[in-house]
């Protein structure tokens, strides 16, 4: 979603708010813009498209000063355009800001009635022209900032300028993130952490409703009463190099291959070593207790939860509902009336619909789990526990390593919480974490299918659409990996549960239509060979993802069969995912799209 760099220093700071953005790239946005105060009022510069054609602008008419914002937009209101880029400008006052101002049409009109000419088509400009019309009434310069805020409604995160010399950054936060940063002789604002970290490592988060005044070496929040506050300054868990792509082509190429690596930090994060058994931590008591879960999320997330959602009920015993986050904020869902669970998943820990499901059900008294990426986010500070994935940063848009990652806790979780609840033997419980330990090993093993996927790409890639299909535990994947190909290469894919064939999708099915079915020795691999024989004889192009045993079973059906190693316990869907993975990213590098930052996305959706 829309990035937000700002820096008040005693030194230059266009050439660094630039490289802020760049860092912020991985969000998605189609436009991007810059303002300074430089001592002779309030400069900006804006362009559309990507950071390199604010570079350009900024080549050909140069401004910079000690204090000024930054933004990559991400449209919402308003076309992708320059006239909508942010920072948008009324009087001596320039803004940028995230998320979705619901109630800018009613002020807007206000504004207009008392003289003020809008230039844009967003919601965004009617903050700048709100906060000049405080200035306008002789408020000095934070309360007008203070009473512009109070006014707004929906979801934003806003960083400002005001005036014609001051070094001063002004910042306000309400269901999107914002970090303030401690420099030396400096100070940072931004829309996350990693966006500062070339900078500074020292940081607080700005929390609901938490508005700043940022000085070149203090900051003043307050909170939502507009009482003066202390927030925690903590050291930013993010490091710098891991934003680099290396000797990878993308940084999704790059992400996919440090799964082994992050999938040992994360199962080594729950393990305990003295007894080899689960290690759950705050959520335990959670876990233990609940008559019943809800597991909430988006997107990709969101099938982690429908894979988690096998695991949970088979070897815990307890009810799992799974939900689409938009959709259960939205109607009115029977929720536990005693020991239930809820379990939010998400990497940024900033998803808009999943955040605002999470506080419906801290307000109806379930206990809540974020199973996050990132310990300092939203949901990681409201949920009653936390569930880290160490995936470390992940910057591509199609989430990779990220979702492996999620697999993994919520597989160490259903493990843990059969034993809690003594649906699992202390030796059967051993047996299967024995299992998840072979992970990284696995993954490694897992990546050399890389090549053979590269050449089964061109398949993906000529066809007008694809098939993803698989039973049980390997049907949340089929929705994967189509979801995949659909992010990064714009292709028509749709995923199946494999019985479901026969009941509309088959007539689909023609001559050369591929069908990627995931399907690793398991109980129902029988029952999907059937399903992958009606489609074969209808000419579909079969291509099995499995492992020694099963492509002995798929060997008349098609000559294309990744072959996966052994994967026992619950590796398998984990392990599965590499696959799709290098599938839909060799499909998009023979098309050309662009893989890291696919158009119309953005990797963490702060707004509805």
Not at 267 to 282: H, K, Q, R, S, W
Not at 535 to 546: H, L, M, S
Not at 570 to 595: E, M
Request: aromatic residues 6%; proline residues 4%; glycine residues 8%.
């Amino acid at each position: 979603m829309c990035g937000i760099v700002g820096i008040v220093s005693n030194q230059s700071v266009s050439k660094r708010l630039i490289e802020g953005l760049t860092r912020l790239e991985y969000r998605g946005y189609d436009s991007a813009g810059i303002a300074v105060i430089n001592g002779q009022g309030i400069k900006r510069r804006r362009a559309p498209g990507k950071i390199i054609n604010l570079q350009h602008v900024l080549d050909d008419s140069p401004i910079d000063g000690t204090c000024g914002i930054a933004h990559t937009r991400w449209a919402t209101h308003g076309k992708p355009n320059m006239e909508n880029a942010h920072p948008h400008q009324a009087g001596n006052v320039a803004i940028v800001h995230n998320g979705i101002i619901e109630n800018f049409k009613p002020l807007r009109e206000e504004l207009a009635r008392k003289g003020h000419v809008f230039a844009t088509q967003t919601d965004s400009e009617v903050i700048a022209h709100l906060i000049q019309y405080f200035l306008d009434k002789a408020m000095d310069e934070e309360s007008a900032f203070l009473a512009c805020v109070e006014r707004l409604e929906g979801a934003y995160a806003v960083a400002a300028l005001i005036g014609k010399d001051n070094q001063t950054l002004f910042a306000a936060r309400h269901g999107s993130p914002l970090v303030v940063g401690f420099g030396e002789g400096e100070m940072f604002v931004g829309s996350d952490a990693f966006a500062l970290a070339p900078f500074t490592k020292r940081v607080l988060y700005l929390e609901e409703g938490d508005s700043a005044v940022v000085k070149i070496d203090d900051v003043c929040v307050r909170d939502k009463s507009g009482e003066e506050v202390t927030r925690e300054i903590m050291t930013a868990s993010i490091s710098a190099v891991m934003a680099e792509k290396g000797n990878y082509r993308h940084f999704m190429e790059k992400e996919i291959h440090e799964q082994p690596e992050a999938l040992a930090r994360t199962i080594a994060a729950y393990m305990d070593p003295e007894t080899n058994l689960p290690l759950l931590g705050d959520a335990a008591p959670f876990l233990r207790d609940a008559e019943r879960l809800v597991a909430i999320a988006c997107g990709t997330a969101y099938l982690a939860a429908s894979v988690g959602k096998y695991w949970f009920e088979g070897l815990a015993g307890v009810h799992v509902e799974t939900d689409i986050a938009s959709e259960f904020r939205y109607r009115t869902p029977a929720l536990p009336k005693k020991n239930g669970t809820a379990l939010f998943i998400s990497q940024s820990g900033e998803t808009a619909d999943t955040l605002a499901a999470m506080r419906y059900c801290n307000r109806a008294g379930l206990d809540t789990i974020g199973v996050l990426n990132a310990p300092e986010s939203s949901i990681a500070r409201e949920t009653n526990a936390i569930m880290r994935t160490l995936a470390g940063p992940e910057i591509g848009v199609a989430s990779t390593k990220a979702f492996t990652a999620q697999l993994a806790v919520l597989a160490m979780g259903a493990i843990g919480m059969a034993h809690l609840r003594g649906s699992l033997s202390q030796a059967d419980t051993q047996i299967h974490l024995m299992a998840l330990e072979t992970l990284p090993e696995l993954a490694q093993q897992a990546l050399t299918v890389k090549a053979q996927c590269e050449a089964i790409a061109p398949i993906l890639a000529t066809a007008k659409q694809s098939f993803f299909i698989g039973r049980g535990v390997y049907y949340p994947l089929a929705l994967e990996g189509a979801l995949k190909l659909k992010e990064i290469t714009y292709l028509p894919a749709e995923g199946y549960a494999a019985g479901e064939l026969k009941h509309g999708p088959i007539a689909l099915i023609e001559d050369g239509t591929p069908v990627v079915v995931i399907a690793p020795t398991d109980a129902l691999i029988e029952k999907t060979i059937s399903n992958v024989e009606e489609v074969a004889a209808r000419g579909a192009k079969v291509i099995a993802i499995t492992d020694e045993a099963g492509a002995e079973q798929f060997k008349d059906s098609t000559k294309d069969i990744i072959i996966l190693p052994d994967m026992p316990g619950l590796t398998g869907p984990i392990i599965s995912a590499i696959p799709l993975q290098f599938l839909a990213y060799f499909t998009a590098l023979k098309l050309g799209t662009n893989l890291d930052q696919p158009r119309n996305l953005a990797k963490s959706v702060t707004v509805e």
